[in-house]
Structure formats: C-alpha cells, structure tokens
C-alpha cells in the first residue's frame, strides 16, 4: 500500500494523514502561501512496527506495571528505551524506497522540517501540540529517514504518553504521520493566536528574529503584539531585551548573536504584525475556529508552517495538564541557566540559611518564642521546597537530554549506556559516606569507643578526638537521622548515627572496590563518543552537554542534601516543641503535627489531637502475604543476594547490616550512607535516575527499582536475589531468629 503523498493528493478528512497534514491540505486550497510539503501515512508507522518485534515490546514497557501506578521517572526511563528500539531498527527495505524515492524527487536536496502528525493531535479536545518531535533543518536523504523514525518515537515520548494518559486515550492504537516540509529559513518568524487563550476579546501575534525554533523552545524571548480582537488595532507591544535569534548553520541550528541594528528595532512593524494578526483571522474563519497560526516572513512575504486550535482556553481548565508536563523538558540553553542559579544562587543561599537557623538555642527560647520560630522554619522550609519543584527537578532533564543526543548519535544497545559516562562524580552523599568512613576507621582502631558507643556511654568524655570527628561532620552534612522519619527525635537519632558508625567499623566496605575498573570502561566510553565529532561546533556541543548532564546528575543529589539541611532544622524546631508538650504531659504530643504543636505552644489551654493515632505501616498491614518473584526496572548492574532488611522507619535504618538486601518505599537522600553496606538495593519508587539508583550504581550494588509494593511483599529476614541486569527480585522464605 502506497504510504507518500503531496499535499494536494490527501483528502482534508482523511485520517491516515492526522491533524496537521489535514490542515495544511486546507490552507493549500484556500490559496495560502505555504512550503513544499510531503506526507507520510499512518500505514508507514504501522508497517515499521508490524514487521518488527518494537509493536510487542513497547507493550512490554508499558505493561511492566499498572501505568497509572508508574512515576514521572519510571515514565521518562520506559519512553527512552522505546525511543531507542526505534533508533536500533532499518525501515523495510520497500518502504526505505519509497520514501526516499519521494524525498529526492520532492525536496531535490533541500533541508527540510520533519514534523509529526498523529491523528489524535490538534484537535480540538485533545491538542498534543509541543508533545510530539519535529526536527529543523535535516539534511540528506538517509538523515530525513532516521529522523522520520524519530518522529513515530516521539509517539511514546515520556510527555505523550502522561497526557495520553490524562485524557484516557488507548495507547494500543495509537498510530503516527508525518509532514516533511522544506525549510523556509525566514528573516523573522512567529506564532499568531487569533484569540489571546487568557481573555476572548484580543489576539496575540508574538515574533523573533530568525527560525521559529527560537521562540517554541524558550530561548528567544519574542515581541509580543496584543490586538482588540473587534476592531483589529494594537492595544499594546511588549518589547523585549533582543539578543539572539536562531538560525541553520550547516546541518544544525545555532543560537547566535543579533546585531546592533537588529536588537534595536522589532522584528515586525505594526503594519507588519496587522497583517499577520488578519491572516489567522481569515484562518479561523476557514476552520471555524479560533487559531494558532505558525508563520515565517521573506521579503514582504507570510509562509503559512502550520495552523491549528487554540486548546488553552479562557475559562480556566485546571485539568488540562499540557503545559505542565511540557514544562519537564527544558531546552539547553535554558538548562544552562538554571545551572548557574542553582549553583549560584540557590545553593549558597539554602547553605548560609540552614546555619543561621541552627545558630539559634531553640531550648532557651519561651514557648511562644519557639512557636514563632516553628512557624518561621515552616516557612523557610516551604519555600525552599518550592525552589526545588521549581528549579532543581527540572534541571534533571539534563541528564535526559544527553541521554538521547547519546543515543541518536551511538545507538548503543543499552539506551542507558549513557549514565556510565555520568558516574563517579563528587556527589555531597558520596562524600558524606567518605567522611563516615574516616570516622569508622577511627573507633575501629578503638575497641574501647565502640564498647562506649554500645552501652550508651559519654563520648565526648571518653574520647575526645572521636567527638572532634563527630561535630566536624554534623557540621558539614547534619545529622542524617534527623528529620528522616518526623517521628524520630534529634537526640534518638544521634544514638542511631552512632551505631551506624559502628557497623562500618566492624566491617569493610565495597566503597573502592571496583571504582577503578569503573573509571577506565567511563574513559574507553567517552572517547568513543567524541571520536565520533571532528573538532568544531559539533564537538564542543557534544561536550558541552556531557558537562551539563553530570552537573545535572550532581545536582540530582546534592538538592536533596541541601535541602535536607533547611529541613533537619524545621524537624529540629518541631521535636523540641513536641518535647515540652510531652513535658505538659499533653496527649498524642509526639505527634502532632507542627499547626497543632504551634497552637497548643501559644495557647496552653488548647487540646489538641482528638484524632491522633499511630499509623499501621505497610509491612504491619501486609506482614501474612508472600511473593516468589517481582519484576521491577533494572537500575544497578550485578546481582546481589543478601537477608532483607525493610526499612519503615529510622529504627529499621538503625539496625541494618553489612550484607543485607535494602528493601523500601524509596531510597531518601539522608538515607544513603548505608547503601555501601548493602548487597543489594530495592525500591518501589521507580527509575533509573533516581537517588538509590545513583548511589547503588556509583558503588557497583545491583539495583532493582519500580518493584510494586516492594516493601509490603518482602520481609526483614527474607533471603532476595537481587537482579540488576533484567529488573528481577527472587524472594526465599525468611530465616528464624531474624530481627
């Protein structure tokens, strides 16, 4: 079945061409002016996956577990490893045929715009628009076909599928065009909104110099031109600080520099923007609906890229989640910055506050005092922790975006072959562990401190040295117990740190073993990779982005430990004020919540707490049921075998062993200075670039992540196999006289 065709060839209702073809075929007719274009059918995508084996196992990947139940981590891993069994497998030679037959007669060597077309897209309930890949300026017969596979990927992108998802379409049937267009490189480009989403009485027409790709991916701030919808005039022009305008250089798209001239003048004029604003007036008319019109200009000419409904609409849907996950992915530049703010701003800031609040002697404060400071620390804490929804999460995407420039430029087997190259770095929990180690090989050359540690003795007087050891570290990295669990105090948890310190010292560690093997397969991968790149632009992009992903799986880690430091000292607030209500002999005072401590700590004829009860972890509710073999996500190469220690609170952590299989809800970052004594790492909390994962791989420990009710379906004392290379737990029965 023949699956290429010109635009003029496609019937406007056809559904074999999805949503933007369908509307270019409209624009064609009514005599607007657009670019040589050409069409690839759903039937190609079908055909592609139907004479493989990628149709089955994308349904493998995303049947691992229930999808509702995986994360936004488990969600970005699976879409990886589809994107590259595309990436991995040659169109059918009669279809490669086809196309390129097409593609040479077509384009006669042009570059070109590959766009994506789904038939769910664009339309008006369900706009998938941004959701899906296009790709600028694609050069080469062989290119455009890589980059058509590309685009099918893009059907199973991480943000496609969570908003397939939200609006409950059938994964199985989904299916992919494509639009091929010759690329217009325009003097100014932009986007026209007939009817301004925001308020149904103006439009917008927004513009920047250069390729629209500046615009659509946030690195070029445009004019923005606000129009009375009615009377078709100007009601206002944002100007913005113009420095850069995107634009193809060889078989890429760079960011450069605009000139002087350029930067001072707006890359429309009001008549410019008028005429612009009235064609997708005309084009609303066209579709009966409002518009979101992307345009080029050359000379005094519009080219039409592409039209479809406005889908943000006026009247508030709070349910329409588009641009929230669209968010997840930030382009380069943007990531660039965020760095700097992080590390910048961000982090000195979180630093020098998390001292200044543990400078203050929350003991000597009145109980009021104390409250106020409870409710200061709230706050803090509040902020901070919107800082990092806001900052620190999305710049973890930078550790995704050199994932798939690895994979489109190696295709390697393992899609995840990239993280080896982001291993090994001076992460603050590795350094945290290191400084544990130090302290441990101190008490282990001191039977005598250890004796003291174990019965509860006075260390600061048994041993002067070890508690200079001891204050050194809290200094730097806080005290990890506190404020791990909120129902632990400070002073439980210092005893818990202590005797952590002494399982270390009592055994040896795997913290070196292996590192050196790990460095030299991380130097062989990467200077592969760059052989690939000549000197130049290309190079230096390459590297560019490998520098930014192992700053962004730095950070990944070192957040949480930062942020740990602002929280240790709210949990700290929040401790001494549950201690002097338990003083007052107040009833559930060891947990209440910190509004019910900071009332009752103001107003001491308050009762709080009539529904306070201890909660039923998991482990009790589910302590009769058995399971003999759990699949999860392979995070952490190797195989582990060890007795299970569940970890339900900072007790459990407490009691851990070298040797054992650490099982739970998710490996926290204040939680990871017992991930070297592990033989192995368990998680349901899924992903492969998550913070037990990271660390588990950092010390060579298998690690199997995403496993459903991990910690309610294996118990203390079960001897597990830990099977990092397929995602495999094997549960054995649980010995006797297991604590």
């Given at each position: 079945?023949?699956?290429?065709?010109?635009?003029?060839?496609?019937?406007?209702?056809?559904?074999?061409?999805?949503?933007?073809?369908?509307a270019?075929?409209?624009?064609?007719?009514a005599?607007?002016?657009l670019?040589?274009?050409?069409?690839?059918?759903?039937?190609?995508?079908k055909?592609?996956v139907?004479?493989?084996?990628?149709?089955?196992?994308?349904?493998?990947?995303?049947?691992?577990k229930?999808?509702?139940?995986?994360?936004?981590?488990?969600?970005?891993?699976?879409?990886l490893?589809?994107?590259?069994?595309?990436l991995?497998?040659?169109?059918?030679?009669?279809?490669?045929?086809?196309?390129?037959?097409?593609?040479?007669?077509?384009?006669?060597?042009?570059?070109?715009?590959?766009?994506?077309?789904?038939?769910?897209?664009?339309a008006?309930?369900?706009?998938?628009?941004?959701?899906?890949?296009?790709?600028?300026?694609?050069?080469?017969?062989?290119?455009?076909?890589?980059?058509?596979?590309?685009?099918?990927?893009s059907?199973?992108?991480?943000?496609?599928l969570?908003?397939?998802?939200?609006?409950?379409?059938d994964?199985?049937?989904s299916?992919?065009?494509?639009?091929?267009?010759?690329?217009?490189?325009?003097?100014?480009?932009?986007?026209?909104?007939s009817?301004?989403p925001?308020?149904?009485?103006?439009?917008?027409?927004?513009?920047?110099y250069g390729?629209?790709?500046?615009?659509v991916?946030?690195?070029?701030?445009?004019?923005?031109w606000?129009?009375?919808?009615?009377?078709?005039?100007?009601?206002e022009?944002?100007?913005?600080?113009?420095?850069?305008?995107?634009a193809?250089?060889?078989?890429?798209?760079?960011?450069?520099?605009?000139?002087?001239?350029?930067?001072?003048?707006?890359?429309l004029?009001?008549?410019?923007?008028l005429?612009?604003?009235?064609?997708?007036?005309?084009?609303?008319?066209?579709?009966?609906?409002?518009q979101?019109?992307?345009?080029?200009?050359?000379?005094?000419?519009?080219?039409?890229?592409?039209?479809?409904?406005?889908?943000?609409?006026?009247?508030?849907?709070?349910?329409?989640k588009?641009?929230?996950?669209?968010?997840?992915q930030?382009?380069?530049?943007?990531?660039k910055?965020?760095?700097?703010?992080?590390?910048?701003?961000?982090?000195?800031?979180m630093?020098?506050?998390?001292?200044?609040?543990?400078?203050?002697?929350?003991?000597?404060?009145?109980?009021?005092?104390?409250?106020?400071?409870?409710?200061?620390?709230?706050?803090?804490?509040?902020?901070?922790?919107?800082v990092?929804?806001?900052?620190?999460?999305?710049?973890?995407?930078g550790?995704?975006?050199?994932?798939?420039?690895?994979n489109?430029?190696?295709?390697?087997?393992?899609?995840f072959?990239?993280?080896?190259?982001l291993?090994?770095?001076?992460?603050?929990?590795?350094?945290?562990?290191?400084a544990?180690?130090?302290?441990?090989?101190?008490?282990?050359?001191?039977?005598?401190?250890?004796?003291?540690i174990?019965?509860g003795?006075?260390?600061?007087?048994?041993?002067?040295?070890f508690?200079?050891l001891?204050?050194?570290?809290?200094s730097?990295?806080?005290?990890?117990?506190?404020?791990?669990y909120?129902?632990?105090?400070?002073?439980?948890?210092?005893?818990?740190?202590l005797?952590?310190?002494?399982?270390?010292?009592?055994?040896?560690?795997?913290?070196?073993?292996?590192?050196?093997?790990?460095?030299?397969?991380?130097a062989?991968?990467?200077?592969?990779?760059?052989?690939r790149?000549?000197?130049?632009?290309?190079r230096a992009?390459a590297?560019?982005l490998?520098?930014?992903?192992?700053?962004?799986?730095?950070?990944?880690?070192d957040?949480?430990?930062?942020?740990?430091?602002?929280?240790?000292?709210?949990?700290?607030?929040?401790?001494?004020?549950?201690?002097?209500l338990?003083?007052?002999?107040?009833?559930?005072?060891?947990?209440?919540?910190?509004?019910?401590?900071?009332?009752?700590?103001?107003d001491?004829s308050?009762?709080?707490?009539?529904?306070?009860h201890?909660?039923?972890?998991?482990?009790?509710?589910?302590?009769?049921?058995?399971?003999?073999?759990?699949?999860?996500?392979?995070?952490?190469?190797?195989?582990?075998r060890?007795?299970?220690?569940?970890?339900?609170?900072?007790?459990?952590?407490?009691?851990f062993?070298k040797?054992?299989?650490?099982?739970?809800?998710?490996?926290?970052?204040?939680?990871?200075?017992?991930?070297?004594?592990?033989?192995g790492?368990?998680e349901?909390?899924?992903?492969?670039?998550?913070?037990?994962?990271?660390?588990?791989?950092?010390?060579?420990?298998?690690?199997?992540t995403?496993?459903?009710?991990?910690a309610t379906?294996?118990?203390?004392?079960?001897?597990?196999?830990?099977?990092?290379?397929l995602?495999?737990?094997?549960?054995?029965q649980?010995?006797s006289?297991?604590v």
């Open positions: 079945m023949r699956t290429t065709y010109q635009l003029s060839e496609i019937r406007p209702d056809s559904k074999l061409f999805g949503g933007k073809a369908t270019l075929r409209r624009l064609q007719e005599g607007l002016r670019p040589a274009t050409l069409c690839i059918s759903t039937e190609a995508y055909q592609f139907s004479n493989s084996s990628i149709k089955e196992k994308i349904q493998l990947e995303l049947h691992r229930k999808f509702s139940d995986m994360r936004w981590e488990e969600v970005w891993d699976a879409a490893r589809i994107r590259n069994l595309f991995r497998q040659g169109l059918p030679e009669k279809l490669a045929r086809e196309i390129s037959k097409a593609v040479e007669e077509h384009f006669s060597g042009n570059p070109v715009v590959v766009r994506s077309s789904a038939p769910e897209e664009d008006a309930a369900t706009s998938f628009a941004g959701l899906h890949e296009s790709f600028v300026n694609i050069r080469g017969t062989e290119s455009i076909l890589e980059h058509v596979k590309l685009v099918w990927a059907l199973w992108s991480d943000r496609a969570l908003y397939r998802q939200e609006l409950d379409l994964f199985a049937r299916s992919m065009a494509v639009v091929m267009q010759e690329l217009i490189a325009g003097e100014v480009s932009g986007i026209t909104f009817i301004n925001a308020d149904t009485a103006e439009g917008i027409v927004e513009a920047v390729l629209n790709q500046g615009l991916d946030g690195a070029v701030e445009p004019d923005r606000i129009f009375y919808r009615k009377e078709e005039s100007i009601k022009h944002y100007t913005p600080r113009r420095e850069k305008f995107m193809p250089r060889g078989d890429n798209v760079i960011l450069a520099d605009l000139t002087e001239n350029k930067s001072l003048h707006a890359p004029d009001p008549e410019e923007a005429a612009i604003y009235r064609k997708a007036k005309k084009l609303e008319q066209i579709f009966g609906k409002p979101d019109v992307e345009w080029t200009k050359v000379g005094s000419d519009f080219f039409i890229l592409q039209s479809r409904p406005v889908t943000a609409r006026a009247d508030g849907d709070e349910d329409d588009r641009g929230w996950y669209l968010s997840l930030r382009s380069e530049d943007n990531l910055k965020l760095r700097l703010k992080i590390e910048q701003v961000h982090f000195p800031a630093k020098s506050e998390a001292a200044q609040l543990a400078e203050t002697e929350l003991e000597a404060l009145p109980d009021k005092e104390l409250a106020g400071e409870l409710e200061h620390r709230r706050q803090v804490k509040e902020k901070w922790t919107a990092y929804w806001e900052d620190f999460i999305p710049f973890a995407h550790m995704r975006l050199f994932g798939k420039f690895y489109d430029t190696v295709s390697p087997a393992d899609p072959e990239f993280v080896e190259l291993s090994n770095v001076p992460l603050l929990s590795k350094n945290r562990n290191m544990l180690r130090k302290i441990a090989a101190y008490v282990q050359q001191h039977p005598d401190l250890q004796q003291a174990a019965t003795g006075d260390i600061s007087t048994a041993d002067i040295e508690a200079k001891l204050e050194e570290f809290l730097l990295y806080g005290d990890p117990f506190c404020g791990t909120s129902d632990r105090t400070c002073d439980v948890s210092r005893s818990e740190l005797n952590v310190i002494v399982q270390m010292a009592r055994s040896s560690t795997a913290e070196e073993e292996g590192l050196a093997g790990k460095e030299g397969n991380k062989v991968l990467e200077a592969a990779f760059f052989e790149f000549m000197e130049g632009e290309k992009r590297e560019g490998l520098d930014l992903a192992r700053a962004s799986y730095r950070l990944r880690d957040d949480n430990i930062v942020l740990g430091r602002i929280e240790e000292q709210f949990f700290r607030a929040l401790q001494e004020g549950r201690r002097r338990q003083e007052r002999h107040v009833e559930g005072a060891a947990d209440l919540g910190d509004s019910e401590v900071i009332r009752s700590l103001v001491r308050y009762k709080p707490g009539s529904q306070i201890k909660k039923t972890t998991p482990a009790q509710e589910n302590r009769y049921m058995k399971a003999r073999q759990l699949l999860g996500q392979p995070a952490g190469p190797g195989i582990g060890g007795r299970a220690r569940v970890i339900d609170s900072a007790g459990d952590l407490a009691l062993k040797g054992e299989v650490l099982v739970c809800d998710a490996v926290a970052p204040n939680m990871t200075f017992v991930v070297p004594l592990a033989a790492v368990i349901r909390r899924g992903g492969m670039l998550i913070h037990g994962a990271i660390i588990a791989r950092e010390y060579g420990i298998a690690c199997v995403g496993v459903p009710n991990a379906l294996i118990h203390t004392g079960d001897e597990v196999t830990v099977d990092g290379y995602g495999i737990v094997t549960v054995g649980k010995e006289g297991t």
